[in-house]
Structures are given as structure tokens and as C-alpha cells.
């Protein structure tokens, strides 16, 4: 997985957008080097996770984020447990149920840079760091999917798609109708699958998230990928 993030970015120019989708189990860690606020990395975890180990924040933000030169454009769509700030960008949207939001400094307290070489990353991912993403049938009303995956589909096919505070706010109201509420989740968390039984149901809190490497106006920025 490192090898095919490394080549999604090497060579580029400007013009060029990238698109980086991960639909899977994530995880967190102790955070070895203190550049994260609440003290945990978090993870991807690849199919092969359990012989070769998690990818870390720092690794990610290292292979995808801080190579983009000016001109070029990544956009991350995490669909996993605890993905907030999976790509270790410096700065998150915490938007409020009335879609009202501030920009959260997630900069490291040692000054380690976390943003790019002069592009743009902007990353949608499943929920917050403290939070699990769900996996459903209550969305689409025939088979499970990840339920952030859907919402952002969903935003974009309803006309919500115009910018990053409408997709943003659009993915939450979905969610909020349908998974968190009473036996509305089913929940893909590395906990669930070691229990007996695998997975299990209930109640979930889920929001969707923004994070960037630079603030921006989310209701005047036109989303485009």
C-alpha cells in the first residue's frame, strides 16, 4: 500500500488531481514522537496488517502530503474508524449540528511541519479520532456499505456537492438520520472482530470530517476533484 501511495504522487505537475480512496479498518497507537495532540497515531490498516503492521499517521502524511509541490491537488476520502486526522494535516473544520464552524490548529507543539511543498491536500474522512465509522444496510436498504462512503456519494448525486461546507454538512445530515440512532450501525471496528460473534450492532456517533493543510472559507470553496 506504501509502494502505491508513493507512486500516486511521484512525477506530478501542476494541474494534476489526485484522488486517494480508502474504505477499510483503521485503528490508533500510542503517538511515539508527541506531534499528535491527544497523544495517539492513527492508523490504516492494509489486508496485510496483521504480518506487516498498521500505516501510520506520520507515514502517510510523509509519502502523500509533504511531497505535493505547488499546482497540485490530493484529495483524501477515508472511510475508517478513528480517521480524523489520518493524514496528520495541520488544520481540521469542526463544524457544529447548524453547520457553523471553526478551524482547529492541529500543528504539532515541536514545530514539525505537517503541510505540503506548496500544493493542496484537502481529506473527507469517516468520523472523528474518538470515533468508530459504521457499516450499513440502513442506507442504501440493500446491502452493507461504509456509511461515510455513501453519505459522500449521496451529497454529491443530491445537488450538496456545490462546496466543501455543503458536502461536509449534506454527509453529517445523512448520517445523523440514519446511523446515529438505536440498532442503526453496524460497526467494522478492529474491537468488534475479535469478539465472539464478529461484528455487532447498536447506537452509533458518527460525523464526518474536513481537514487541510491550509484554512479555507468551506461555503465559498468550490468542491472539485
Not at 511531497?67 to 478513528?82: E, R, Y
Request: proline share 4%; charged share 20%.
Amino acid at each position: 500500500m506504501i509502494l502505491a501511495l508513493s507512486w500516486l504522487v511521484q512525477g506530478c505537475q501542476p494541474g494534476d488531481s489526485l484522488v486517494f480512496h480508502f474504505s477499510g479498518h483503521g485503528s490508533q497507537q500510542k503517538d511515539s514522537d508527541g506531534d499528535d495532540l491527544d497523544g495517539y497515531d492513527e492508523t490504516l490498516c492494509p489486508t496485510d496488517f496483521e504480518t506487516e503492521g498498521m500505516i501510520v499517521d506520520d507515514e502517510i502524511n510523509a509519502v502523500i502530503v509533504k511531497p505535493l509541490t505547488h499546482g497540485v491537488k490530493l484529495h483524501a476520502i477515508i472511510d475508517a474508524c478513528h480517521s480524523s486526522t489520518v493524514l496528520d494535516l495541520p488544520f481540521l473544520c469542526r463544524m457544529d449540528k447548524s453547520g457553523k464552524y471553526v478551524w482547529e490548529d492541529h500543528r504539532p507543539r515541536s514545530g514539525a511541519w505537517k503541510g505540503t511543498s506548496g500544493g493542496e491536500v484537502i481529506s473527507f474522512s469517516g468520523c472523528d479520532d474518538d470515533q468508530i465509522s459504521a457499516e450499513t444496510s440502513a442506507l442504501s436498504k440493500i446491502t452493507s456499505t461504509g456509511a461515510m462512503t455513501y453519505s459522500f456519494i449521496q451529497a454529491i448525486e443530491s445537488g450538496h456537492g456545490n462546496t466543501y461546507g455543503s458536502m461536509l454538512k449534506a454527509m453529517r445530515t445523512t448520517i445523523h438520520k440514519k446511523i446515529n440512532e438505536p440498532g442503526g450501525g453496524k460497526l467494522p471496528s478492529l474491537i468488534s472482530m475479535l469478539l465472539p460473534g464478529g461484528l455487532f450492532r447498536g447506537g452509533i456517533r458518527q460525523e464526518p470530517q474536513l481537514t487541510a493543510n491550509e484554512q479555507f472559507d468551506v461555503y465559498s470553496k468550490h468542491f472539485s476533484l
